[in-house]
């Protein structure tokens, strides 16, 4: 039987999860799009491959330590998921909230170090290079909540005499006014 804390904190890695979905299904069609830079003569290039008016031509082997990281990220975002929804659903313990936040965490880490080294090659301007770094924005998010999880989570389970609730402040003289006193 969950109690009213835990619910809520499976309900804010629930919407954790939520936002590393978006994350991922973002970073898969930035990915596979040729949309990243766009010059003068509408000429787009991706990282498998850059199209010209008339034909497209390979150029992913220019791009394969992107592609790699792009594809960590993206496998480090679904164990995330899915290590998010194993937690609220099948087996609830804390320290698969630490694993959940260091799966969005390293997520996060790796799209960056896409981008990163994608700038190296293009100037980016496209369609692909907006919607990727919006994923990394929603696996930033995605992080955030899930850190926020685990952080109310150990302050509720390492001082369970203090009511926490999300929309009350408590003041640190009201956290010993029902202390007993010995006289």
Known sequence: ?????????ELIILVSAIFSMI????????TTTSGWQIDSHHNKTGL?????????????EKHNISIIFA??????????????????????????????????????????ITILTINLYLFMNGGSAIIFNA???????????????????FALHHNPKISIKYNQITMPFQLYRNVPTAL
């Open 23 to 30: 994350s991922f299904i973002m970073s898969i069609l930035a």
């Open 71 to 112: 594809i960590i990220g993206q496998c480090l975002i679904i164990f995330g998921i899915i290590s998010s929804f194993i937690n609220v659903f099948i087996y609830r313990r804390r320290i698969n909230l630490i694993i959940i936040t260091i799966f969005f965490f390293l997520a996060s880490l790796f799209l960056w």
């Open 135 to 153: 994923a990394i924005a929603f696996s930033l998010f995605a992080t955030f909540t899930a850190s926020y999880a685990l952080g109310v989570s």
């Open 1 to 9: 039987m969950n109690t009213n804390n835990e619910s809520q904190e």
């Open 48 to 60: 498998f491959q850059i199209c010209y008016k008339d034909s497209c031509t390979s150029i992913r």
